[in-house]
């Protein structure tokens, strides 16, 4: 299964499966309930109406979508990854393992900003754009692209560190999410922590469904 097949599977989660009902989450929000799975073993409805901001008729219809992909379960105790969805997840975070937020910085300029990292998907850009569009799509009033070349982080069709200045913000990327050549880092902008958490997620999965490695 290559990662477009992956995220037409999420695609497959938040449709209406027939219904009129308009949903009110989205491929990123599944993504993020997916990934606090894999944390924890099981995961209630509270947290995750808490961890996805959204109200307990959405969660209660993710789940059943999930449900009829296979990929999750239920008991009294929570709701669970499968044998099916521990194996998508793990394959989808090969390609993004590594996430986290960084202070207000000179590539960075949001109250909050959220870095995700696309392991050698740095071949997936033109100039960036394309990732940010799909960032302000859900929210981001702004987003930067990053790509690891010989060991510097560059913006796309540029060859200069663009960290050179900024030793701080350079080590607070390399220690939290270790990108390495080939890499490509997503960093979303926006006012919340949430929406830049889910507007970058909603560019790499972009990315990910545009782009087979």
Same mark, same amino acid.
């Given at each position: 299964? &290559?990662?477009?097949?992956?995220?037409?599977?999420?695609? &497959?989660?938040?449709?209406?499966?027939?219904?009129?009902?308009?949903?009110?989450?989205?491929?990123?929000?599944? +993504?993020?309930?997916?990934?606090?799975?894999?944390?924890?073993?099981?995961?209630? #409805?509270?947290? +995750?109406?808490?961890?996805?901001?959204?109200?307990?008729?959405?969660?209660?219809?993710?789940?059943?979508?999930?449900?009829?992909?296979?990929?999750?379960?239920?008991?009294?105790?929570?709701?669970?990854?499968?044998?099916?969805?521990?194996?998508?997840?793990?394959?989808?975070?090969?390609?993004?393992?590594?996430?986290?937020?960084?202070?207000?910085?000179?590539?960075?300029?949001? #109250?909050?900003?959220?870095?995700?990292?696309?392991?050698?998907?740095?071949?997936?850009?033109?100039?960036?754009?394309?990732?940010?569009?799909?960032?302000?799509?859900?929210?981001?009033?702004?987003?930067?692209?990053?790509?690891?070349?010989?060991?510097?982080?560059?913006?796309?069709?540029?060859?200069?560190?663009?960290? #050179?200045?900024?030793?701080?913000?350079?080590?607070?990327?390399?220690?939290?999410?270790?990108?390495?050549?080939?890499?490509?880092?997503?960093?979303?902008?926006?006012?919340?922590?949430?929406?830049?958490?889910?507007?970058?997620?909603?560019?790499?999965?972009?990315?990910?469904?545009?782009?087979? #490695?």
């Amino acid at each position: 299964m &290559n990662t477009r097949q992956q995220v037409q599977i999420l695609q &497959n989660t938040v449709s209406r499966k027939g219904s009129t009902k308009v949903l009110t989450f989205s491929i990123p929000h599944v +993504f993020k309930a997916l990934q606090l799975l894999h944390k924890e073993q099981y995961v209630s #409805r509270a947290d +995750f109406c808490k961890e996805l901001q959204m109200g307990e008729g959405a969660v209660k219809t993710m789940i059943l979508h999930l449900k009829k992909e296979s990929m999750v379960d239920s008991t009294k105790s929570g709701t669970f990854l499968t044998s099916r969805g521990k194996n998508f997840v793990n394959r989808l975070l090969e390609i993004i393992p590594l996430e986290c937020q960084i202070k207000k910085c000179s590539i960075a300029r949001g #109250r909050f900003n959220h870095a995700i990292l696309l392991k050698r998907y740095a071949f997936a850009t033109k100039s960036g754009m394309e990732q940010r569009d799909h960032a302000i799509l859900y929210g981001a009033t702004a987003a930067t692209t990053l790509l690891c070349k010989e060991n510097h982080l560059v913006f796309p069709n540029e060859t200069v560190d663009c960290l #050179r200045n900024d030793p701080k913000t350079k080590n607070a990327i390399s220690t939290n999410i270790h990108p390495e050549n080939g890499d490509m880092i997503i960093i979303a902008s926006a006012d919340d922590p949430f929406v830049a958490e889910i507007a970058a997620k909603n560019s790499a999965l972009w990315t990910l469904a545009t782009h087979t #490695r």
